[in-house]
């Protein structure tokens, strides 16, 4: 039943977000009782906090898959951020740290997430490295955390602005890169 109302409380948070969607919602999505919601999970948030991390994790997996045949660094890079970005998990996953940021309580299971992001992008950039024979002075766990920091903030800004999806992959793809990032011009709003 846990996971059950993980699947259908998910599907209904990546429509509509956190406060578009009511306990209620969730139970009949997932052939339950309300009170279920509140039996496994406590709170609506609790319930969003954990759905968003588990669906972060979820999207850092199919990444991790479509990056897997890569025949260059570039294009590792590239299929690992046009996996990531724009990805309705990871625009969950910047609402849930927001959240917890108000409720502490919450943030425990935020921090097993980055530390299990961190962890599999190292592991899988390691073994990437090893196959390929590339090399470089960063260490992979420096490499992972970058990663996923300069993707939650593309993703932070992608949401905030209305930024195009690709103009959001070409950016983090620099930022990765450590290249200067190319501006869009900015909207006559913008100009004042």
């Known amino acids: 039943m846990r996971s059950r109302l993980l699947d259908a409380a998910v599907e209904l948070f990546k429509a509509r ?11 009949a999505a997932a052939g339950a009782y309300p009170s279920q919601v ?14 968003a991390c588990r669906e972060v994790l979820y999207v850092a997996a199919q990444a ?6 890569a025949p260059t660094g570039a294009d590792y890079n590239r299929r690992l951020v046009e996996t990531v970005v724009g990805s309705p998990g990871l625009a969950l996953f910047v609402e849930a740290l927001s959240l917890a940021r108000r409720r502490q309580d919450l943030a425990p299971l935020v921090e097993r997430t980055f530390e299990r992001l961190h ?6 950039y ?3 490295r090893e196959r390929r024979g ?21 993703a932070l800004r992608e949401g905030a602005t209305d930024a195009p999806l690709a103009e959001a992959v070409e950016e983090m793809i620099a ?16 100009d004042a």
């Open 64 to 69: 991790e898959a479509a990056a897997a045949g």
């Open 126 to 128: 390691a073994q990437a």
């Open 38 to 51: 509140t039996y496994y999970f406590r709170t609506k948030e609790a319930l969003f906090v954990e759905a």
């Open 17 to 27: 977000g956190l406060a578009g969607v009511s306990v209620a919602e969730i139970a």
């Open 134 to 154: 590339w090399t470089g002075p960063e260490s992979t766990a420096t490499v992972a955390r970058r990663f996923w920091t300069l993707a939650l903030g593309v």
């Open 119 to 124: 962890a599999e992008g190292d592991r899988a």
């Open 175 to 190: 930022l990765l890169r450590q290249e200067p990032v190319a501006r869009a011009r900015p909207t006559e709003a913008g």
